[in-house]
């Protein structure tokens, strides 16, 4: 009985510490889903600055009903220095795409369109180091949790 529970025991070890990995990876996934989501934001922006001359509330009142959108927080946003930029894209890079961000309101078409190629490419920078990053943690982090979790269990026994 006591080889019953002890063996239980192990793998219930076992399974929740790739449980854990498994919450700590997608950690991960959802910082490059964020800036992936920035990312299109602004593409959609230029797109619609560009081939439609839509002003910026315009554009962000239209990006606001798209669920790809939705965790950007675009509801309250009406001015392009409003927007938030997500924290996947760190402190000094976060700064520089909050300065362009405030300068598109006082620009006209055309710079803000080349200020928005700018930014985009940044983003897109960043979004691959992201996404390689999220894929190398997703194949790492549960199995790491799960030999933590048997090292536990054999600790334990």
Not at 23 to 30: D, K, S, W
Request: proline share 3%; net charge neutral; charged share 20%.
């Amino acid at each position: 009985m006591t080889a019953v529970l002890c063996l239980t025991g192990g793998i219930l070890l076992v399974v929740c510490g790739a449980g854990v990995g498994f919450v700590l990876a997608q950690a991960e996934r959802e910082k490059w889903r964020s800036a992936h989501a920035f990312s299109r934001l602004l593409q959609y922006a230029e797109d619609s600055i560009r081939y439609k001359a839509v002003p910026a509330e315009e554009v962000l009142r239209a990006a606001a009903a798209y669920p790809e959108f939705a965790r950007l927080g675009l509801g309250s946003c009406s001015r392009f220095g409003e927007l938030a930029v997500p924290r996947s894209f760190g402190d000094a890079m976060g700064r520089e795409l909050r300065d362009n961000l405030f300068s598109l309101e006082a620009c006209g078409r055309e710079s803000a369109c080349k200020t928005i190629e700018g930014m985009i490419l940044l983003c897109r920078s960043r979004e691959d180091i992201l996404e390689q990053n999220a894929q190398n943690v997703m194949r790492l982090y549960p199995r790491l949790g799960g030999c933590i979790g048997a090292l536990a269990a054999i600790l334990l026994i």
